[in-house]
């Protein structure tokens, strides 16, 4: 799961803008009760208290046998200027922990992140770390949720099990999304990192393997828990790693951890790990009285965060395909599973086509540049038909000779390409003179494109072409386009399309039509196909909004094209060349209504006179008196006693102003100063921001 830049930096970016590329922290959430808090002892002595340190830490990795093993967990470090014997401290692996007594430990791994407020304990996250940190290149964020004297069958009970669910359930997913709100932060080093939920890993029984009833259920509870927890947290493939309760006698408790792993409905990416095996004998540990903590035996800690980090690196790695050629990614993709990750070398690669790529519903199939601050680059179209489940994400599509990306449904116009997310996507420099698109989709659904570009595209063609789509949405994507012999459209919805939102994008000099709110489509090519429809209530397209956009240049920013039904409202149109919109109808034939049913309300338009003549060119067989404008603000550059312009239809609650206090309008940036009044109209004012 993406949880893309962290609300802290959001919010203090404060503007709803495409996000640039960043790389990934690789996240793993830790849940348990008090061995996964950590009872390991490090290096304590005391005859009384700690058998006079056998099992501990120091004592096991200074063993002659195990030395050479774990080396890489002792360093020199610098104790009141003296250089002395330490434990080494990883700078590619943190840890998030909120203990018990709830202090917060923050930092780089190393020991001490445990229950006790010191650094002489530890828990499976040591070993873990280690393994996960020497697994990947990119950095690793483990944050650590777990209480002692907590069950599954109460305390952690997870929704679907029935019943009330735990507290410690709700407490879990609360600490860990608090942990990836706040990670830039307090991690400056993962700052500007965009956070990648890549497993759990659960290791907890001992309370339940008390309780007969528990014992009993605890098989079916863990299914529910694994389930829920990859339903909530959107992953219905998230790798889920589960710890045996080696420490405790009760086999049936044993039994039922490895046989709920093993249940079809979330058998797979869940991986059981047997842990009895690193059982140390109580005369040979620190705690001889705490068998439920493993004696306090820092072997035995170690050893199961080793095991369990194994589990979690092996079942990611099964997730990932990595390529570095287009005849890779063909075989990758015709083999993938759902939930399974391409992972994009970078470098230069060929166009291609593919068909029948599916994923399933939380387990998209994902394509993205394995570093996405070095995208990978496609030279040449890429045409995806037939796909279910899908995501593109960081990677540059350039100097396609037709259209750059092209999605949709093999021409059966009766099973369309479904839940399709492009995420971070360049497209640039496609097309020629003719009508080539930057990105086409044909007969698409429930559609989310984010945070991408989009530049020079054909003459005769869209940025963004849709035909026939339905319930698709378009956030903080970018349309840019030259003002000398401007293509045709940014972003058109035609062929019967609905339900598509166009949300706080920008539009710069993005074609004569910036947003093509309809158009006109052969009725072959309709989806659904014509024939299916009632007569007398045909349209190019209906149910669309535009909302929170800027748009500079073009010659009509805005254009109602045969459309039923279309809101434009909260946007901010700076410098339109010709018209501020158009209402046209372009397909006439027997049973379409007339272009009607449009909105275009609370925005800023910026202009001027001598370029804005006509602020709303309405054609024929088109009904402007169905159409609603109300409270925008007009702004007339060269003429600032300007009243406001004549509509189709008397405007409600319309107004003069001045020119507003822009960041920098002529580089622009149309965002409002911070000194500038609360806008009430145009792009800053969108409740959606």
Same mark, same amino acid.
Not at 8 to 31: D, K, T, W, Y
């Given at each position: 799961?993406?949880?893309?830049?962290?609300?802290?930096?959001?919010?203090?970016?404060?503007?709803?803008?495409?996000?640039?590329?960043?790389?990934?922290?690789?996240?793993?959430?830790?849940?348990?009760?008090?061995?996964?808090?950590?009872?390991?002892?490090?290096?304590?002595?005391?005859?009384?208290?700690?058998?006079?340190?056998?099992?501990?830490?120091?004592?096991?990795?200074?063993?002659?046998?195990?030395?050479?093993?774990?080396?890489?967990?002792?360093?020199?470090?610098?104790?009141?200027?003296?250089?002395?014997?330490?434990?080494?401290?990883?700078?590619?692996?943190?840890?998030?922990?909120?203990?018990?007594?709830?202090?917060?430990?923050?930092?780089?791994?190393?020991?001490?992140?445990?229950?006790?407020?010191?650094?002489?304990?530890?828990?499976?996250?040591?070993?873990?770390?280690?393994?996960?940190?020497?697994?990947?290149?990119?950095?690793?964020?483990?944050?650590?949720?777990?209480?002692?004297?907590?069950?599954?069958?109460?305390?952690?009970?997870?929704?679907?099990?029935?019943?009330?669910?735990?507290?410690?359930?709700?407490?879990?997913?609360?600490?860990?999304?608090?942990?990836?709100?706040?990670?830039?932060?307090?991690?400056?080093?993962?700052?500007?990192?965009?956070?990648?939920?890549?497993?759990?890993?659960?290791?907890?029984?001992?309370?339940?393997?008390?309780?007969?009833?528990?014992?009993?259920?605890?098989?079916?509870?863990?299914?529910?828990?694994?389930?829920?927890?990859?339903?909530?947290?959107?992953?219905?493939?998230?790798?889920?790693?589960? =710890? +045996?309760?080696?420490?405790?006698?009760?086999? #049936? @408790?044993?039994? !039922?951890? &490895?046989?709920?792993? $093993?249940?079809? *409905? %979330?058998?797979?990416?869940?991986?059981?790990?047997?842990?009895?095996?690193?059982?140390?004998?109580?005369?040979?540990?620190?705690?001889?009285?705490?068998?439920?903590?493993?004696?306090?035996? =820092? +072997?035995?800690?170690?050893?199961?965060?080793? #095991? @369990?980090?194994? !589990?979690? &690196?092996?079942?990611? $790695?099964?997730? *990932? %395909?990595?390529?570095?050629?287009?005849?890779?990614?063909?075989?990758?993709?015709?083999?993938?599973?759902?939930?399974?990750?391409?992972?994009?070398?970078?470098?230069?690669?060929?166009?291609?086509?593919?068909?029948?790529?599916?994923?399933?519903?939380?387990?998209?199939?994902?394509?993205?540049?394995?570093?996405?601050?070095?995208?990978?680059?496609?030279?040449?179209?890429?045409?995806?038909?037939?796909?279910?489940?899908?995501?593109?994400?960081?990677?540059?599509?350039?100097?396609?000779?037709?259209?750059?990306?092209?999605?949709?449904?093999?021409?059966?116009?009766?099973?369309?390409?479904?839940?399709?997310?492009?995420?971070?996507?360049?497209?640039?420099?496609?097309?020629?003179?003719?009508?080539?698109?930057?990105?086409?989709?044909?007969?698409?659904?429930?559609?989310?494109?984010?945070?991408?570009?989009?530049?020079?595209?054909?003459?005769?063609?869209?940025?963004?072409?849709?035909?026939?789509?339905?319930?698709?949405?378009?956030?903080?994507?970018?349309?840019?386009?030259?003002?000398?012999?401007?293509?045709?459209?940014?972003?058109?919805?035609?062929?019967?399309?609905?339900?598509?939102?166009?949300?706080?994008?920008?539009?710069?000099?993005?074609?004569?039509?910036?947003?093509?709110?309809?158009?006109?489509?052969?009725?072959?090519?309709?989806?659904?196909?014509?024939?299916?429809?009632?007569?007398?209530?045909?349209?190019?397209?209906?149910?669309?909004?535009?909302?929170?956009?800027?748009?500079?240049?073009?010659?009509?920013?805005?254009?109602?094209?045969?459309?039923?039904?279309?809101?434009?409202?909260?946007?901010?149109?700076?410098?339109?060349?010709?018209?501020?919109?158009?209402?046209?109808?372009?397909?006439?034939?027997?049973?379409?209504?007339?272009?009607?049913?449009?909105?275009?309300?609370?925005?800023?338009?910026?202009?001027?006179?001598?370029?804005?003549?006509?602020?709303?060119?309405?054609?024929?067989?088109?009904?402007?008196?169905?159409?609603?404008?109300?409270?925008?603000?007009?702004?007339?550059?060269?003429?600032?006693?300007?009243?406001?312009?004549?509509?189709?239809?008397?405007?409600?609650?319309?107004?003069?102003?001045?020119?507003?206090?822009?960041?920098?309008?002529?580089?622009?940036?149309?965002?409002?100063?911070?000194?500038?009044?609360?806008?009430?109209?145009?792009?800053?004012?969108?409740?959606?921001?």
């Amino acid at each position: 799961m993406w949880f893309g830049p962290s609300l802290a930096s959001a919010s203090a970016q404060g503007r709803n803008e495409p996000q640039p590329a960043r790389p990934i922290v690789r996240v793993f959430l830790l849940a348990g009760q008090s061995n996964m808090e950590g009872h390991g002892v490090v290096d304590l002595d005391d005859p009384r208290d700690y058998n006079g340190g056998r099992g501990s830490l120091a004592r096991f990795v200074a063993d002659l046998a195990q030395s050479a093993e774990w080396a890489h967990l002792r360093a020199e470090v610098e104790v009141d200027g003296a250089v002395v014997p330490g434990w080494a401290t990883r700078d590619d692996v943190f840890v998030s922990y909120l203990t018990e007594r709830g202090t917060p430990k923050a930092g780089p791994l190393s020991i001490g992140f445990a229950v006790y407020d010191d650094m002489h304990h530890f828990g499976p996250e040591l070993g873990l770390g280690h393994v996960l940190g020497e697994r990947f290149a990119e950095p690793v964020l483990l944050v650590k949720t777990a209480w002692g004297g907590k069950s599954l069958a109460r305390d952690f009970r997870p929704p679907s099990a029935g019943g009330a669910t735990g507290p410690y359930y709700s407490r879990m997913l609360a600490e860990l999304h608090a942990a990836l709100e706040s990670f830039e932060t307090v991690f400056p080093a993962l700052a500007g990192h965009t956070a990648q939920l890549d497993g759990v890993v659960w290791f907890q029984g001992w309370n339940d393997g008390c309780d007969d009833a528990a014992t009993a259920e605890y098989e079916a509870n863990l299914v529910h828990l694994v389930g829920d927890l990859r339903a909530a947290l959107g992953d219905a493939a998230l790798p889920f790693v589960v =710890g +045996e309760t080696g420490n405790m006698d009760n086999a #049936a @408790l044993r039994a !039922a951890q &490895a046989a709920g792993c $093993a249940q079809p *409905e %979330v058998a797979h990416a869940t991986r059981f790990v047997p842990t009895r095996a690193f059982l140390r004998a109580a005369e040979d540990s620190p705690n001889t009285s705490h068998g439920h903590h493993w004696f306090g035996n =820092g +072997e035995s800690y170690l050893l199961i965060g080793d #095991a @369990l980090g194994r !589990a979690a &690196a092996e079942l990611v $790695a099964a997730r *990932e %395909v990595r390529v570095g050629s287009t005849r890779e990614l063909r075989a990758a993709l015709s083999a993938a599973l759902p939930g399974q990750r391409v992972l994009l070398a970078p470098g230069e690669y060929e166009g291609f086509q593919a068909a029948g790529v599916y994923g399933a519903p939380g387990a998209p199939i994902i394509v993205r540049s394995a570093d996405p601050t070095k995208p990978a680059r496609f030279v040449g179209g890429v045409q995806l038909s037939r796909v279910e489940h899908i995501e593109l994400a960081h990677f540059v599509l350039e100097r396609a000779p037709h259209n750059g990306l092209n999605i949709d449904d093999g021409g059966t116009f009766v099973r369309p390409s479904h839940h399709v997310v492009l995420r971070g996507l360049h497209v640039r420099d496609c097309g020629g003179q003719g009508n080539e698109d930057g990105i086409k989709l044909s007969g698409v659904e429930d559609l989310l494109a984010i945070d991408c570009t989009v530049e020079r595209w054909g003459r005769g063609g869209s940025g963004i072409d849709l035909v026939g789509c339905h319930r698709c949405e378009f956030r903080r994507c970018i349309l840019r386009d030259t003002p000398l012999q401007s293509a045709s459209s940014g972003i058109q919805v035609k062929g019967g399309s609905s339900a598509v939102a166009i949300l706080g994008c920008r539009f710069e000099h993005a074609g004569q039509r910036a947003v093509h709110l309809g158009g006109s489509t052969a009725l072959e090519y309709f989806r659904p196909p014509l024939a299916s429809l009632p007569t007398e209530t045909r349209s190019e397209a209906r149910d669309l909004r535009v909302e929170g956009c800027r748009f500079i240049g073009s010659e009509a920013p805005v254009t109602f094209v045969g459309v039923d039904g279309a809101s434009v409202r909260w946007n901010t149109l700076y410098r339109p060349a010709k018209w501020v919109m158009r209402i046209l109808q372009e397909t006439t034939a027997p049973g379409f209504v007339p272009c009607r049913n449009g909105v275009f309300a609370d925005n800023l338009v910026v202009y001027s006179a001598a370029e804005v003549q006509v602020a709303a060119n309405v054609g024929p067989h088109t009904a402007p008196n169905t159409f609603v404008f109300a409270r925008n603000q007009w702004v007339c550059l060269d003429e600032p006693a300007r009243r406001a312009p004549r509509l189709p239809v008397a405007e409600e609650g319309g107004s003069v102003g001045a020119l507003p206090q822009f960041v920098d309008a002529v580089t622009g940036d149309l965002w409002l100063a911070t000194t500038a009044p609360k806008p009430t109209v145009g792009a800053d004012a969108w409740p959606g921001q």
